[in-house]
């Protein structure tokens, strides 16, 4: 005998009283909402760019296998501008708008000093890769994880190549005044003043400030002897570099990744300026003492260039890291399920999840994943494939 619609409704409503599923059976199937927080314009958008292109082919691999539970996952973006002001005008609609489960981003500290505060008073989860030290706190912000280094282990490595290895003790510390930027000179000349090194220089410059002449002759009068710049845009960072050479100054600059990017490498006036300079970077992302990568990101590569996805302006860690963002995500989600509390619950737990850009872990009174002995220094001049060679003196 056939039934009516009605009887089809009702009969579907008492199977899932009886199975005690109190959810319309609609939502097995409606996708999960993820918010995303990238900086795709502005001045701080050479990290954002090469993040989106990892997470854009992270999405499409794990929806094509599935998605997670057999739904299909929707990438909520909102381009932050290189702006906290936009950055936090996203966040609230993720939350209150859009209603997403679990946030990734913004990528850049200074966004994601305003951000936090809020995704925490919205209960929301949230994955951020950004340096900031205070930006993980498992008290203050519970909800919060950091898939990428601290200001501390990268000012740690920088510091120690320019002390220990390259045996220079006089150092101008030189940053633009965005959040990121003033927070990483507060934080790091202390450090080198601890190791015995003097500061002979230390300033924020407005990254817009076309002519930076005047600054670098101040570091040189000072007797500088290496410079070491924090900064994202790699327009200041270029002409830094360029201003360096047009000097004629024979002195190593260290610091930043994005001093090693390839936005940074198109602003520069001749390629031999490129020599000299040695930003951090990522163990497993890099060329080993044999000029190897990892098997793991060789694999990965691979991937990339199926993919066609650009690498010529952009760096892999970048491009690693937003990969394994949404990923990881996904595992708390497919092992623990999408409820806030229980992609929480999973993430305190988290031990050697196994990322291209590095293997993260987690405890529930430690929130800061990335392992200190895959930070490295490398050679700018080696890009190769968005990786590079260990800078000399290194070691293995």
Not at 62 to 91: H, Y
Not at 291 to 301: H, K, M, S
């Amino acid at each position: 005998m056939s039934m009516t619609r009605r009887q089809a409704l009702a009969s579907a409503g008492a199977a899932a009283i009886a199975s005690g599923v109190a959810k319309p059976a609609i939502a097995v199937n409606e996708p999960i909402r993820l918010g995303y927080l990238p900086a795709l314009t502005g001045p701080s958008s050479s990290t954002g760019i090469g993040i989106n292109r990892g997470i854009q082919l992270a999405v499409q691999e794990l929806n094509a296998a599935g998605g997670i539970g057999g739904r299909q996952i929707e990438l909520i973006t909102r381009d932050t501008q290189s702006d906290p002001t936009k950055a936090v005008n996203g966040a609230a609609e993720l939350t209150h708008g859009e209603k997403v489960g679990v946030v990734f981003g913004p990528v850049n500290s200074g966004e994601s000093l305003a951000v936090v505060p809020l995704l925490a008073r919205a209960s929301t989860p949230q994955v951020h890769p950004c340096w900031v030290d205070s930006l993980t706190d498992p008290k203050k912000y519970p909800m919060c994880f950091r898939n990428g280094p601290t200001n501390q282990q990268i000012g740690a490595a920088a510091n120690r190549y320019v002390v220990e290895v390259l045996k220079r003790k006089k150092v101008a510390v030189i940053s633009d005044t965005t959040g990121y930027g003033t927070a990483s000179v507060n934080a790091y000349a202390p450090m080198l003043k601890a190791m015995g090194a003097e500061v002979v220089y230390q300033g924020n410059v407005d990254a817009a400030n076309p002519d930076l002449k005047p600054e670098l002759l101040r570091m040189r009068s000072a007797g500088a002897e290496a410079i070491m710049p924090w900064s994202v845009n790699a327009g200041f960072l270029s002409r830094i570099i360029n201003t360096r050479g047009q000097l004629e100054w024979d002195v190593p600059i260290v610091g930043q990744t994005t001093l090693g990017s390839g936005q940074t490498k198109a602003l520069l006036e001749k390629p031999q300026y490129w020599a000299k300079v040695y930003p951090n970077n990522f163990r497993t992302v890099c060329y080993g003492p044999g000029g190897n990568l990892p098997d793991r990101t060789i694999a990965f590569l691979d991937r990339l260039k199926s993919a066609k996805i650009d690498m010529g302006d952009t760096l892999m860690w970048w491009i690693a890291l937003g990969y394994d963002s949404p990923r990881l995500i996904a595992e708390a989600m497919k092992n623990a399920g999408t409820e806030p509390a229980q992609v929480v619950g999973y993430l305190n737990n988290l031990k050697g999840f196994p990322g291209v850009y590095g293997d993260i872990s987690f405890t529930p009174d430690q929130h800061d994943g990335y392992p200190d002995d895959e930070i490295v220094m490398v050679e700018a001049n080696s890009l190769k494939d968005g990786a590079f060679n260990l800078a000399p003196g290194y070691g293995t």
